[in-house]
């Protein structure tokens, strides 16, 4: 049973555009939500969070929205440039069971020039 | 120098050898994590450490078993390696402070790829 999915396995958008990347979970004691971006032959890098007091966060040309009431949360970048071209995973946790990361599938976003 | 380090970074086996992965890190970070990342399936916890004595499995923690030798170091062993545990591996940090918003924010190595023929 995946409790934070990614529905989109891929996004393509030009440069200069918003992307814009989302993330569903089902588990409501989920507090803390966390976005990584991978590059090939790199680990994960942490990018952005949010806690569930929250509604939104914001980092540069990044923010990520989270809707609790509709348990899905977004990542979005503007203006893409090509070297956000990379996977990216949305993660979420809950520190009652420890704050284990829960991962969704990923999303590979490509800014084309 | 990169905070954590996996060794090897790439590795061929074959079925029914006994496989290690090293992780070592200088971030002085308590918690240690082992995950494998295959496509469409995102990143799956295999085991984590708390500290030194605190060992636990994570959601797919059969075929795999773990030691954690010091707060630097956490090691995963393939007893009899099979051919569906191929895949990309993953070690991670993380140092929670609640109440700082940095609580569970993970830090990742940059993964062994292992293939079991």
């Known amino acids: 049973d995946q409790q934070v999915k990614q529905n989109s396995p891929s996004l393509s958008v030009q440069e200069g555009r918003i992307s814009i990347l989302n993330c569903d979970y089902t588990?409501?004691?989920?507090?803390?939500f966390l976005w990584y971006k991978k590059y090939p032959a790199e680990g994960p890098t942490f990018l952005i969070s949010i806690s569930s007091i929250k509604d939104k966060n914001e980092d540069g040309r990044f923010t990520v929205f989270l809707n609790k009431s509709a348990k899905h949360l977004s990542l979005h970048i503007v203006p893409s440039q090509p070297g956000d071209s990379a996977v990216y995973f949305c993660a979420a946790s809950d520190r009652n069971q420890g704050g284990k990361l829960i991962f969704g599938q990923g999303t590979e976003l490509s800014v084309k020039p | 120098d990169a905070d954590v380090t996996q060794t090897p970074r790439n590795r061929i086996t074959k079925t029914g050898k006994r496989i290690m992965l090293e992780c070592s890190q200088t971030?002085?970070?308590?918690?240690m994590y082992w995950y494998r990342q295959d496509p469409g399936l995102g990143l799956r916890l295999i085991y984590y450490?708390?500290?030194?004595?605190?060992?636990n499995k994570g959601e797919i923690s059969d075929g795999y078993s773990v030691s954690r030798q010091a707060q630097a170091k956490f090691s995963l062993s393939l007893e009899s390696a099979i051919p569906n545990q191929t895949a990309l591996y993953f070690c991670?940090?993380?140092?929670?402070?609640?109440?700082?918003?940095?609580?569970?924010?993970?830090?990742f190595g940059p993964g062994t790829r292992l293939t079991v023929l």
């Open positions: 450490s708390f500290d030194v004595k605190d060992i």
């Open positions: 588990n409501s004691m989920f507090d803390y």
């Open positions: 971030k002085g970070h308590d918690r």
């Open positions: 991670a940090t993380s140092d929670p402070k609640l109440g700082q918003g940095v609580a569970d924010t993970q830090y």
